[in-house]
């Protein structure tokens, strides 16, 4: 029993080094205003190894929980490790400390290799590993001294106690002094933007409880990204590049942009990753510059057939140069969503709007760089990850009402959901119960072509449980094809359908 406990309290010493080490680095980072610290460089970097598929699959099994559960996971394993170190430091403490010396290396290597970093970051990493190695050293003399006698027991688990409660103060503190974050959501709110919140249009609400409201809130709106964190960027310190094959490189600030010309439109974005009958869209008023009128004063060269677009935490995308020039798309550097200057977790202060593409080859959040350039001379990054070059929505249609495993009252049974071809438009939608014959929808109205459309409906019904199907068809005469397909390569295919229960 004494060499169990012995362990086990080398192990403690290891762990609660391991958490001081932590609460350091991340207290020196936010108190440097450091770009990254170490967790999330870690984590950041299991992120972009991690294949396609299985991050799409791992998106729709925990949703918007992804990075949380990340991060939770880079530190859990880093306890773990810490564990070990502990524990082998039981034998020779050279050898926990070697193990600590790896791990505190991969952490500044992890912090180095992002995209956007800075020195602050690296000194930030550096701190939290010596911390992490003085502590170790402190506290494995009182885990040796705690086997022996009953005295030294309670003066490692005081130790062990003061540098935990110590430590979580330090970075607690810490993280309440940082002002970064707050300073840009103050200056967020103090903007005065020439933007109107829009007035639904007349006619687009079905009026069907259970329908998704045709505007979507900007706080249920969907979030996909890569950012662990919304980026904090100031209007002030914020540009935009545009360079490449052009004939004049730009750089605009976000006074210069907000004093052009501004345009405003409903338009619905959705998510290449969105399964048949998903949440991954939303659409909302959207406000912003013209993009086509910014790259016409660049000058764009004949030849260029690609815009590479890259965020300021370094994610990129391609988009077709011809989407951000046809004068009938209306693809905006949107500054406002919903009449608001855009929330920080929906891009703020500028991102990218192009109707009709799915989100990973057009809707860059935090946007601060655009190249004109040609497809084949670059890779963004999720084609990186087996992705499509180029990603236009596909035709689609989902059921809301009701809702699969509903349990309804016998006889006639409203139906409805909403359909979308983004710049397409949808011509019809029909529904079947239980294989019978197609039934046409009523569809809601609509200002264009680059918003979803509600659609509604009735069906009569037995007791027993049924199957509703729904299709769409485009204003190109194109039909939902009934072939279900993944969201990998380019967007799902496929008839939604739900079962229900009348009684």
């Not at 290396?105 to 970093?117: D, E, I, K, P, S």
Request: proline share 5%; with cysteine; hydrophobic share 45%.
């Amino acid at each position: 029993m004494g060499v169990v406990q012995a362990r086990w309290r080398y192990g403690v010493a290891g762990v609660v080094a391991g958490f001081a080490g932590l609460c350091a680095s991340l207290a020196a980072a936010w108190l440097m205003h450091a770009a990254t610290n170490p967790v999330v460089a870690v984590a950041s970097v299991v992120r972009d190894r991690t294949p396609g598929h299985l991050a799409v699959k791992l998106v729709h099994l925990v949703g918007h929980a992804d990075k949380p559960l990340l991060i939770t996971g880079t530190v859990v394993i880093l306890l773990l490790l810490s564990w070990l170190s502990g524990t082998l430091g039981r034998a020779a403490e050279i050898r926990g400390m070697v193990l600590i010396l790896v791990l505190g290396a991969a952490g500044v290597v992890a912090v180095l290799t992002q995209h956007r970093t800075d020195v602050q970051s690296a000194l930030a990493a550096v701190f939290g590993l010596l911390v992490w190695l003085f502590a170790y050293r402190g506290l494995m003399r009182p885990a040796s001294i705690a086997t022996e006698e009953d005295t030294g027991r309670r003066r490692f688990l005081v130790t062990s106690a003061g540098v935990v409660v110590g430590a979580g103060l330090v970075a607690a503190g810490a993280r309440w002094s940082g002002h970064g974050r707050r300073a840009v959501e103050q200056a967020r709110a103090k903007l005065k933007l020439p933007i109107k919140r829009g007035s639904e249009p007349a006619g687009v609400s079905l009026g069907v409880d259970g329908i998704e409201p045709w505007r979507t809130p900007d706080a249920r709106f969907y979030r996909v990204d890569t950012a662990f964190t919304p980026p904090a960027v100031s209007p002030h310190d914020w540009s935009l590049r545009i360079h490449g094959m052009v004939d004049h490189e730009l750089r605009i600030s976000y006074d210069d942009l907000i004093a052009r010309q501004f345009t405003s439109d409903w338009i619905t974005l959705c998510c290449v990753s969105n399964e048949v009958g998903g949440s991954l869209i939303g659409n909302a008023y959207w406000s912003g510059v013209p993009i086509r009128s910014i790259l016409a004063e660049a000058g764009v060269h004949p030849d260029a057939d690609a815009v590479e677009q890259t965020s300021y935490d370094g994610w990129t995308c391609g988009t077709p140069l011809a989407a951000l020039t046809d004068p009938h798309r209306n693809a905006m550097l949107a500054v406002g969503m919903n009449g608001e200057p855009l929330p920080l977790a929906h891009g703020f202060p500028v991102r990218m709007v192009v109707p009709g593409l799915y989100g990973y080859v057009s809707a860059t959040k935090w946007l601060v760089d655009i190249e004109v350039t040609r497809f084949d001379r670059f890779e963004a990054y999720w084609t990186r990850g087996g992705w499509s070059e180029k990603g236009p929505v596909k035709t689609q249609s989902k059921i809301e009402v009701p809702r699969g495993g509903a349990r309804v009252s016998a006889g006639t049974v409203p139906v409805g959901g909403v359909a979308w071809a983004q710049h397409t438009g949808i011509a019809r939608v029909e529904f079947q119960v239980d294989g019978g014959p197609w039934q046409p929808a009523r569809l809601g109205g609509v200002p264009g072509n680059d918003t979803w459309v509600q659609w509604a409906g009735s069906v009569s019904v037995d007791a027993g449980k049924h199957e509703l199907r729904v299709r769409a068809t485009d204003k190109s005469g194109y039909t939902q094809t009934a072939v279900r397909q993944g969201v990998i390569p380019n967007g799902a295919t496929g008839w939604h359908s739900v079962s229900f229960t009348a009684a």
